[in-house]
Structures are given as structure tokens and as C-alpha cells.
């Protein structure tokens, strides 16, 4: 047997055979995903097909997280399709308000390493980071698979990513991801997979992990993978539904591209509008008007993304800079409660934030705060296209939680190592 | 085998599944008859418009980035587009075109232009592009194993009713 990826190993498994990078397989899923937005859609495939029944119900999950609330009555009635072919076939629904889809798989214990996970959801690759292989497909993949328990793959090759060095004060893992889709390109990962090497990433937490997988995306990667730790574990300590099995890589296993990240000599970045990997260091943008904050999304909507945008927010004045919208949008309601509870929430309020129910909120236009003709957003999210968010003439830029709790607070973009921003 | 002609439709590199139908529009409707008017607003308002059975969508590198929203492909097909010549494809779109059979014709596109005349040919699993107006003949990875079988039939719609699972290749 010849040195494999994480990759290769998981996907072998899953297809019953070995299997290398380049060659097609069919693989058993353990876990298929599917959004409001995207559900609909599946299920009308699934009916195309000639679907009678799911491969194992307890193996489908629906969130609505894109209308979440719905505003219209077209979107409502997405919900209630999905509602009622999940009754009908056993599987389970995450309801308005409860949260994005693989976030809710990860908070349920049933994102475990070493599985296969498919959800009609680009950003499906966030949970990657506990050390299994999480891919987004479109709605028929998702319709055929919850039919069959298949998928097929393009056994992809894998980038070595190597993270070294220590990480600084306000380093977030967004400036880590930011800098890699800057290095990488749009592009750069066409049908390949990341995986994380190094001694720096047991400075990152499970959740932290998540932001880096989920980025992947805007490199066009298929999964985001890190390796299982003791963090792993940690996270998955009370949650876990199953059995996992971490994968390591093989010590000589082959890559198309290794990428050494020295966290030592990385500074918070910023993507300017309107691609992700138009980034460039925060020093190039501090200055910069914004109108709108938006800290939320599957990137940017957990935790520690709300405990460190309210203190860069309060170590840069306190206040919410005159003019300046503040929206708010936690990615599940364990992150709602959890802030909730521990006061961050209502601080939030006090100073004026809108919150928003949780889910995608305002990231895509659908549901949420639309920003006004020729305002600039600043943004936790992971997209910044033209019209992401509602509007073409607004302008996204994205940063981390603590740049945007920094900037929040002075009405320009502020760089989160300024002790005390000059207003 | 597949054979298709049509007219060229140039555009650029990375166009993103939100510019090919925004989420505005699609939190309205997932029908891709009504949604092709739309087609595209954000690159080109006058493009849905002007769009004629047949034409080819050529573009730069990335086409398809960003969500994986399958109706950026339905709505390509509503429009009667039946071939997508790239530089290269993102993934989630590569797949979402094979399963609704579109199809992703990956080669060389820096010399077509808007307008020329082009045939794409999938003979087994050797794809070719001609470009009438430059005389040119391009070639692209081939296309095989399930995903030639998917395409071939149509989608995995068409697929599915025949073999109600999928079928590994014999390697
Ligand atoms: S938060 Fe944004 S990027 Fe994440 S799943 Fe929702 S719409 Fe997609």
C-alpha cells in the first residue's frame, strides 16, 4: 500500500477500495446536509428520481438557516415543503432559528473524524477542521445520496499546509484564512483538498479551526482538513453521536503544493471588495469609511468571534461610532445562549447593536439587514461579491471580529493593535 | 456521443454562482423559467435578453465559484445554453453541470470571442472544441467513468431512473 493523504484514507475507506487523487470512486456517505435554500430544490429532485425512501433517516439533516426568519411568503412555503418531506420520511429539521447547517451537525456530535459528510452547502468544508471529510455539493448529489447513501468523487489531491511560529496578540484565525486565500487565489485549490500540518495549530481552538476550514472555499478547495487532537477530543467530549476514527496522513504521503504560514510574522488582514482573495494587510485600509458592521455568518458568528469584537470594541472607545450600523447574527442558538448568559448579548444591545434571529442573517441577502446604495461594509463573513449581501452598489470588506469590533467603535477601519484608536 | 453548435457568449474570469443568478432573486423562486430573465444581471443586465437557443457561454478561469446553488446551473440550461467552454470550472459547479447535463468544457478559451461560431464534440470520453471563426481545434481533459455515463444520459435524473444507484467504473 502506497503513502496516502488524509484524504485518500478517508475516501478509500468510503469507497470500500483503494483509491488515489485523481481516479473517480463512489462513495457511502455518513452524513448528508441540506439547507433551505438548497432543500427545496433536492426534494424535487428526489421526487424526479423516483425516491421512496431514505438511505437511513437518521443520516439526514435539514436546517433553515439561509430564511431564517423567512420574509415572504415564497419563502415560508420552502420551509414548509422541506417540513413535510421530512415528517413524511423520518428525517430531522432544524428549524428557524436554530442555526447553519453544519455548525448544527458539529453542535450535535454527528460531524465525527474519519467520516464523509456531504451537505448542498459550499461551506459544508468549515467542519473539516474536526478531522473528517466535509464537502459542499448541489442540490441532486444530495437528492441521489439520501436515495442511495452515494456519492461520486473525484479523488482530489492535497495542498500541505503548514502552520509554524506563535501566534500574536489579536491574531485571529480569520487573518490566518484571509492570508491563505490571498496565497492560494480564488482558485488555487481547484478540486483539491487543504491539510493542516504544524506545531501552530494547537493554538487554535475546535471553533477557531472551523474559521480556517470554512474559507477554504474562496480557494475553490473540496474539503479543508486538520488533524485530531486533544482539542478534538475536547469538543467532542459530551457531544458525540457514534464512533469516530481520526485519520492521519502518511509521512511520505504525495501533495500537488506545500505552504508554510509563519504565524509569528502575520498581521490582520483585510479582504477588499469585491473578491476574498483580494486581501491586503489592515495598514492599507485603516481609514476607510464604514456605515455597516456585520459581525455574523458560519465564518464569523460563534463565541469567541462576539467576546473579541466587543473588546477591540471597547478598547477603541466604548461606543458605537456616530453613524454606524451594528448587526449581529450568532450561527446557532447554542452561540445565542451562550452569549446570552454570560451578558455579551446585552452589551451588545446597550450600545445599540441590532440582533438578528440566528442563522445566515444578513451574509447573503436573504434574510437580514440589507446595507443602502454606496455604503461600506465591514464584515466577519467570507464573501464580499458584488450584491452579496442584497445591494450591487454596496461595498463588503471582510476582517476579523476584532478589526470589525475596532472599527465599529470609530466609524473607519481600524486596525485591532491600535491601543486606543484617535477619534 | 454529444455534438452541439452554437454562438460564443464571452466573459471573464471568476464569475461566481451569486453573479450567474443572485440570491435575491432565487429567494423569490427556484424556477428556472422565470429566473432566466435574470440570467447573469450583475455581469451584464442586457446579456438574459439577447441570450438565443444554442449560444455557448465562454469564459476565463473559476467560472462557477463561490455557492454551490444548483439553480446557477438550471437556469443556464432555461435560458437554452447546453455547453459552458471554460479555462477552468470550479468544482461544486463541474458537478452540478454533469448531474443536470451541461455540459463543462474545459480548454483553452483565451482566443474565442463573442460571437464566433463553435461546436463542442464529446466522442467518448475525448472532448473537442472548434472555433469556425479562428480555425481552431481545442482539446480538454477527457471526461469519464460515472460522470461520462451521468452525462451521457442526460443527469443524474435520467441516470437514477435507469440504474436507481451508482455504478462504480470498472478502472
Ligand atoms: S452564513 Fe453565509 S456563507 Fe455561511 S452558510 Fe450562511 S449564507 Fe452561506
Known sequence: MSARTISEKILSAKAGREVHAGEIAICNVDQVLG?????????????????????????????????????????????????????????????????????????????????????????????GALNLFATGVGSSDIAAAMITGQVWMRVPQSIKVTLTGTRTAYLSPKDVALELVRTIGPEGANYSVLEFHGSAISAFTLEERMVISNLAVEMDAKAAIFPSDAATSEYLAGRKVGLDAPVRADMNARYVREITLDLSRLSPRVALPHQPDNVVPIEQAVGTPVQMVFLGTCTGGRVRDFHEALAALNRAGGRLAAGVQLVLTPASREVADAIRDDGTLEKFEALGAIVTEVGCGACCGTSGVVPADGMNVLSTANRNFKARMGNASASIYLASPAACGASAATGRITDPRAERAAR | MIKLEGRARRFGDNVNTDYIITSTRKRETIDEQVLKQWLLETVDPAFAASVREGDIIVAGQNFGCGSAMEVAVTVILAAGIRAVIAQSFSRTFFRNAINNGLIPAQCDTSRIEEGDSLAVQLVGAELTVSDFNKELTLSGPPISGVILDILELGGLVPYMKAHRRLIPMKQ
Request: charged share 20%; proline share 5%.
Open chain 1, 35 to 127: 439547507t433551505d435554500a438548497s432543500s427545496p430544490m433536492a426534494i424535487d429532485y428526489f421526487e424526479k428520481m423516483g425516491g421512496e425512501r431514505l438511505f437511513d433517516p437518521s443520516r439526514v439533516l435539514f436546517a433553515f438557516d439561509h430564511y431564517s426568519p423567512p420574509g415572504s411568503g415564497k419563502t415560508a412555503a420552502f420551509h414548509d415543503r422541506v417540513r413535510e418531506f421530512a415528517r413524511h420520511y423520518g428525517a430531522e429539521v432544524c428549524d428557524v432559528g436554530e442555526g447553519i447547517s453544519f455548525q448544527l451537525l458539529a453542535e450535535h456530535g454527528g460531524a465525527l473524524p474519519g467520516s464523509l459528510v456531504i451537505g448542498a452547502d459550499s461551506h459544508t468544508v468549515t467542519i
